[in-house]
């Protein structure tokens, strides 16, 4: 299945890419700006709606589909980090949210007349802790007044709508630590100005992200989706599809280093031989390839389980982990293949390098997988 899969997906994505070159995305990078007429090419092509089922106006497609999107989009040399949001946040909406909701949101977002790249779970004091989250949302009559501080809230510049994870019941009022936070669809123009405020973080690669100030943010009793109290495992429940596409994003960030090195490896002579034919510099992109070829078998794995809805957990998270590790040692092969030249922005090479070792901290960092792998797969005893 893996590389010639969906090749007709691959095919539409590449054109489309193609017409965003490095120098687009250069000149977004050094202007640190969200690179908005490539989302809106891709959201017109109907790529970014490609999970939402077509009675709601998406693609219908599978999650093996909606990942070749995005490892087409890095593996192009873009990055797919400025819009995979739009992809995989309705996932909570479409699995918990009313029908009406789903009737009112869905089709809008799978247009583009609405965006939900935004999701609001890290907090600054607990960070991956996140049951311990102190964001409070209190029902007052017809309303939620929502107090709290969030942080790392990617995209909510471009974004319409935003995921928002916060405690309903105080933490030493509930049985587990799991139970009394729930999740609500907050329409972010409505409150900006009252009481949200938005401070942007300046950081190692174009991602434009923020620290989130909630001041008494009325957001209508509505915006609750599903049960209130069932907010944890409402995220955790759309964590497995997350995983899979950022594995298949680093899977093209991977292949894309390889390619990069191999074509310099060939091209580039110094002491009167191509540098490739030195096997101190093959084998270190050999075995780049190796590893990213293995890394993209068990991302196909969880995307398989995942369409036929079987359990995955334990596969999402280990291509994650693969894809995420694979990728960033192929970014290292190929700066170091490109010597000097590696550090040149003209290349991409160190824009994609930065890009890349993201995936190893977020959208989950790489301890965390290691502690799922060890507590629930082989049965180790829980640490925290
Ligand atoms: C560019 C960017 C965009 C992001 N976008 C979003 C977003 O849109 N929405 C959102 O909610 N969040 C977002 N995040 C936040 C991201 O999910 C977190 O940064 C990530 O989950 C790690 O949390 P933390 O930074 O609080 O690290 P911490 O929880 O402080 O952990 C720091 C380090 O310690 C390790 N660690 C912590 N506890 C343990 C333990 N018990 N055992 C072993 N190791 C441990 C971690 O693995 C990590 O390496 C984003 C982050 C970045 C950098």
């Not at 999650?63 to 309705?90: D, F, K, W």
Request: aromatic share 10%; charged share 25%; proline share 3%.
């Amino acid at each position: 299945m893996p590389e010639e899969s969906f090749q007709e997906i691959r095919e539409a994505v590449r054109a489309l890419c193609r017409t965003f070159d490095s120098g687009y995305w250069q000149k977004a990078d050094e202007q640190r700006a969200y690179p908005d007429d490539f989302v809106r090419a891709l959201t017109q092509a109907g790529w970014m709606a490609a999970l939402i089922p077509q009675q709601y106006g998406g693609a219908g497609l599978g999650l093996g589909e909606a990942s070749v999107v995005l490892e087409e989009i890095n593996r192009s040399g873009g990055n797919s980090g400025a819009c995979h949001g739009q992809m995989y946040n309705m996932g909570t909406l479409l699995r918990h949210g009313s029908e009406a909701q789903k009737r009112h949101y869905l089709p809008k977002i799978a247009s583009g007349e609405l965006r939900l790249q935004s999701m609001g779970v890290t907090e600054p004091t607990t960070g991956t802790d996140t049951t311990r989250l102190k964001t409070m949302a209190v029902k007052k009559g017809d309303r939620y007044v929502v107090n709290g501080q969030k942080v790392w809230l990617s995209r909510v510049r471009h974004s319409d709508l935003m995921i928002l994870l916060a405690r309903t019941t105080p933490l030493a009022e509930v049985k587990r630590k799991s139970e009394g936070m729930s999740i609500f669809l907050v329409d972010i123009h409505a409150a900006l100005g009252q009481g949200l405020t938005l401070r942007p973080i300046r950081n190692m690669v174009n991602h434009e992200t923020y620290e989130v100030f909630f001041d008494n943010v009325e957001i209508p009793a509505e915006s609750l989706i599903g049960e209130e109290g069932k907010g944890f495992k409402y995220i955790l429940d759309g964590l497995n599809a997350e995983r899979a596409l950022i594995a298949a994003e680093c899977i093209g960030d991977g292949y894309w280093f390889v390619d990069k090195a191999t074509a310099y490896a060939k091209d580039r002579i110094v002491f009167d031989r191509p540098i490739g034919q030195n096997q101190g510099v093959q084998f270190p992109i050999a075995e780049s390839y190796i590893e990213i070829e293995a890394a993209n078998l068990m991302r196909w794995k969880a995307c398989q389980l995942f369409d036929r809805h079987q359990p995955c957990a334990a596969e999402a998270n280990m291509a994650k982990y693969l894809a995420a590790k694979a990728s960033w040692e192929a970014a290292n092969v190929c700066l170091q293949t490109h010597g000097g030249f590696g550090f040149a922005s003209e290349y991409d090479v160190e824009r994609k390098f930065r890009e890349t070792r993201l995936y190893q901290v977020a959208p989950i960092s790489t301890n965390l997988i290691l502690s799922y792998v060890a507590e629930h797969v082989l049965g180790l005893p829980r640490s925290f």
